[in-house]
């Protein structure tokens, strides 16, 4: 899903990244940064923190549904499909970079991705986001992962996520052939999985149909699990509520899920594919009920 806003927003990303300098795209610097109490044990949970909401981040009431964060005690890391840290988020929050195209594995979104590495306690790195719906076969996937994600785990200590595919017969089978492409010793850390609901099936159904998916896909490569895009795409308020809420508290109780994010951290859907029932924040950057229920608060 993500993809999609990546494609469609490349050139004005691209933009917004020349425009905020150099220093702040590399912070924090000094040190590593202490994760506190977060990440400390159980399961984790994760905003995708849209890059239009660092954009516009001097936005008073965006700024402070940014800075609320730091008192959760639910949120245990953020992320934004990207190698640069969105520096208008609490300092104690931890950053899950992304690689989340070939492009960014060279130039300055790997020296970011390095900058983060050096700054981090805990160090978890994502590679490819949808690489099935980018057209990258498997087989090329698996050698960039051999050639320049491996490097952080042995210099940095960094543990590696999978590429994250779509939740469907396509994904699973581009992943499979990836994992196929590795050694024991080359795996990632941790498997990434998607996960949208249809729109027309009530709740119970979908909730029961990710709970056996996300299950199954961790069973199969016996590696624990982080769900970095999930959502009901329901336009009944009252299935999306009924969905986020029960798989969210559903997983919160699973030992083999890591952290998990909603998809819908933007003041605005991203596409007519998402559902605006289920988004966490309101037109002006206030949480939505569902916003307010994934912080804790």
Same mark, same amino acid.
């Not at 639910?74 to 499909?81: D, L, Q």
């Given at each position: 899903m993500a993809l999609l806003q990546s494609l469609r927003l490349t050139a004005c990303l691209t933009a917004f990244v020349t425009y905020l300098p150099a220093a702040t795209l590399a912070m924090p610097t000094g040190g590593s940064r202490s994760v506190s109490r977060r990440g400390s044990g159980g399961v984790g949970r994760t905003p995708l923190w849209d890059w239009t909401l660092t954009r516009d981040h001097d936005d008073s009431v965006i700024k402070a549904t940014a800075?609320? @964060?730091? *008192?959760?005690? +639910?949120?245990?890391?953020?992320?934004?499909? #990207?190698?640069?840290?969105?520096?208008?988020? %609490?300092? $104690?929050?931890?950053?899950?970079?992304?690689?989340?195209?070939?492009?960014?594995?060279?130039?300055?979104?790997?020296?970011?991705?390095?900058?983060? @590495?050096? *700054?981090?306690? +805990?160090?978890?790195?994502?590679?490819?986001? #949808?690489?099935?719906?980018?057209?990258?076969? %498997?087989? $090329?996937?698996?050698?960039?992962?051999?050639?320049?994600?491996?490097?952080?785990?042995?210099?940095?200590?960094?543990?590696?996520?999978?590429?994250?595919?779509?939740?469907?017969?396509?994904?699973?089978?581009?992943?499979?052939?990836?994992?196929?492409?590795?050694?024991?010793?080359?795996?990632?850390?941790?498997?990434?999985?998607?996960?949208?609901?249809?729109?027309?099936?009530?709740?119970?159904?979908?909730?029961?149909?990710?709970?056996?998916?996300?299950?199954?896909r961790h069973e199969q490569h016996n590696l624990p699990v982080i769900i970095n895009e999930l959502a009901s795409t329901s336009r009944d308020l009252n299935i999306v509520r009924k969905f986020t809420t029960e798989i969210g508290n559903l997983l919160d109780s699973q030992d083999w899920v890591v952290e998990y994010g909603f998809f819908g951290a933007s003041r605005e859907p991203t596409d007519d594919f998402v559902s605006p029932a289920a988004q966490l924040l309101d037109g002006d950057g206030t949480r939505t009920e569902l916003g307010k229920w994934f912080v804790g608060g």
């Amino acid at each position: 899903m993500a993809l999609l806003q990546s494609l469609r927003l490349t050139a004005c990303l691209t933009a917004f990244v020349t425009y905020l300098p150099a220093a702040t795209l590399a912070m924090p610097t000094g040190g590593s940064r202490s994760v506190s109490r977060r990440g400390s044990g159980g399961v984790g949970r994760t905003p995708l923190w849209d890059w239009t909401l660092t954009r516009d981040h001097d936005d008073s009431v965006i700024k402070a549904t940014a800075n609320s @964060l730091a *008192s959760s005690s +639910k949120i245990t890391s953020i992320t934004n499909w #990207e190698t640069w840290q969105p520096p208008d988020l %609490p300092s $104690n929050i931890p950053f899950r970079a992304m690689v989340r195209t070939p492009a960014q594995l060279s130039g300055e979104p790997w020296e970011n991705l390095l900058s983060v @590495l050096s *700054s981090e306690e +805990k160090k978890i790195v994502h590679l490819l986001n #949808e690489p099935d719906k980018q057209g990258i076969p %498997p087989a $090329n996937a698996a050698r960039m992962w051999k050639d320049a994600m491996l490097s952080p785990r042995h210099g940095y200590s960094a543990r590696l996520v999978s590429p994250g595919c779509a939740g469907n017969d396509d994904g699973t089978r581009w992943l499979d052939e990836f994992m196929g492409h590795l050694t024991d010793g080359e795996k990632p850390d941790y498997i990434a999985l998607h996960f949208y609901t249809r729109a027309d099936e009530p709740a119970d159904k979908e909730i029961l149909a990710a709970k056996q998916y996300l299950k199954t896909r961790h069973e199969q490569h016996n590696l624990p699990v982080i769900i970095n895009e999930l959502a009901s795409t329901s336009r009944d308020l009252n299935i999306v509520r009924k969905f986020t809420t029960e798989i969210g508290n559903l997983l919160d109780s699973q030992d083999w899920v890591v952290e998990y994010g909603f998809f819908g951290a933007s003041r605005e859907p991203t596409d007519d594919f998402v559902s605006p029932a289920a988004q966490l924040l309101d037109g002006d950057g206030t949480r939505t009920e569902l916003g307010k229920w994934f912080v804790g608060g």
